[in-house]
């Protein structure tokens, strides 16, 4: 085994996640599976709870890329959004049907974490405001407006077929006047 670094032990806890689930997945499984000591470990983590938030931490941040690298086209503010919002809706959707289980493990683990949907909450309101030129506070409203569509507590949904109709019956309550 190589040198050890905090992204080998999360691939690695990944990998027995994937295999054990989170519940089931303890230090000393990922110890073994990496030939060290358990101690080893607290070199790089301060405990499982540290590991499992750095590793949907990264999981989140990879998995939402395309969404904070996205940037605005000429057309107007509204379509801007919009398009933004529906990339949001199908980046989230996309997840699920890839891969149900690692979708729900990571999503409920994340939804149980006050501060990693706090900080995921902000980032994609700062988008939105971003986007709009709208304040924070409103880009919150927006995002909250667009719940169903995004938060993982939906995902069985995301198959029906007025979907994509509710989504544009969604998004054209929000009386956005700016272009």
Request: hydrophobic share 40%; net charge negative; charged share 25%.
């Given at each position: 085994?190589?040198?050890?670094?905090?992204?080998?032990?999360?691939?690695?806890?990944?990998?027995l996640?994937?295999?054990?689930?989170?519940d089931?997945?303890?230090?000393?499984?990922?110890?073994?599976?990496?030939?060290?000591?358990?101690?080893?470990?607290y070199?790089?983590?301060?405990?499982?709870?540290?590991?499992?938030?750095?590793?949907?931490?990264?999981?989140?941040?990879?998995?939402?890329?395309?969404?904070?690298?996205?940037?605005?086209?000429?057309?107007?503010?509204?379509?801007?959004?919009?398009?933004?919002?529906?990339?949001?809706?199908?980046?989230?959707?996309?997840?699920?049907?890839?891969?149900?289980?690692?979708?729900?493990?990571?999503?409920?683990?994340?939804?149980?974490n006050?501060?990693?949907?706090?900080?995921?909450?902000?980032?994609?309101?700062?988008?939105?405001?971003?986007?709009?030129?709208?304040?924070?506070?409103?880009?919150?409203?927006i995002?909250?407006?667009?719940?169903y569509?995004h938060?993982?507590?939906f995902a069985?949904?995301?198959?029906?077929?007025?979907?994509?109709?509710?989504?544009?019956?969604?998004?054209?309550?929000?009386?956005?006047?700016?272009?």
């Amino acid at each position: 085994m190589g040198k050890l670094t905090q992204e080998l032990i999360l691939d690695t806890t990944e990998k027995l996640i994937y295999e054990f689930g989170m519940d089931k997945t303890t230090l000393n499984d990922i110890a073994k599976r990496l030939n060290v000591s358990h101690p080893a470990l607290y070199k790089h983590f301060l405990n499982k709870e540290e590991l499992f938030q750095k590793l949907a931490w990264r999981w989140l941040e990879e998995t939402s890329k395309n969404l904070f690298n996205w940037t605005k086209s000429t057309i107007s503010t509204r379509q801007n959004l919009h398009d933004w919002l529906w990339l949001l809706a199908s980046t989230k959707k996309t997840l699920f049907e890839k891969d149900q289980r690692m979708f729900s493990l990571y999503t409920d683990y994340i939804e149980n974490n006050e501060e990693l949907i706090t900080i995921h909450l902000r980032h994609l309101a700062e988008k939105v405001s971003e986007i709009t030129g709208l304040d924070e506070g409103k880009g919150k409203a927006i995002i909250t407006a667009f719940i169903y569509f995004h938060n993982p507590y939906f995902a069985n949904q995301w198959d029906r077929p007025n979907y994509k109709v509710l989504f544009e019956d969604t998004f054209c309550l929000l009386d956005i006047t700016i272009s």
